[in-house]
Nanobody, 125 residues
Framework: HVQLVESGGGLVQPGGSLRLSCAAS????????MGWFRQPPGKEREGVAA????????NYATSVKGRFTISRDNAKNTLYLQLNSLKTEDTAIYYC???????????????????WGQGTQVTVS
């Protein structure tokens, strides 16, 4: 079992930056794929970025590519998401997740991850 706790959300102006963290505990060594997802107000949850700890390979949604950076510190069991050049449409609850699948050699951005955090609110206004 894995527990995930996100932090770092908040209110930021358009063009600003935030860094989200996700602290993992439990059997984290078992799962290579971890990812960030978000759910904008009134919309469905969507994949944002994912990373494979076995090879460092990353996968990004088109809407965030070049602005967001996912990283992982395996020694600290912590997942990060650096959000730059934020737009109002990035407003959402951001979730981290672990134990995802690999599709065509990359960690999936689908919702089929087994473990989820409680989310952290990011508001761009």
């Amino acid at each position: 079992h894995v527990q995930l706790v996100e932090s770092g959300g908040g209110l930021v102006q358009p063009g600003g930056s935030l860094r989200l963290s996700c602290a993992a505990s439990g059997r984290t060594y078992s799962y290579d794929c971890m990812g960030w997802f978000r759910q904008p107000p009134g919309k469905e949850r969507e994949g944002v970025a994912a990373i494979d700890s076995s090879n460092g390979r990353t996968n990004y949604a088109t809407s965030v590519k070049g602005r967001f950076t996912i990283s992982r510190d395996n020694a600290k069991n912590t997942l990060y998401l650096q959000l730059n050049s934020l737009k109002t449409e990035d407003t959402a609850i951001y979730y981290c997740a672990s134990d995802g699948s690999i599709v065509y050699g990359y960690c999936s951005l689908g919702l089929d991850y087994k473990y989820w955090g409680q989310g952290t609110q990011v508001t761009v206004s």
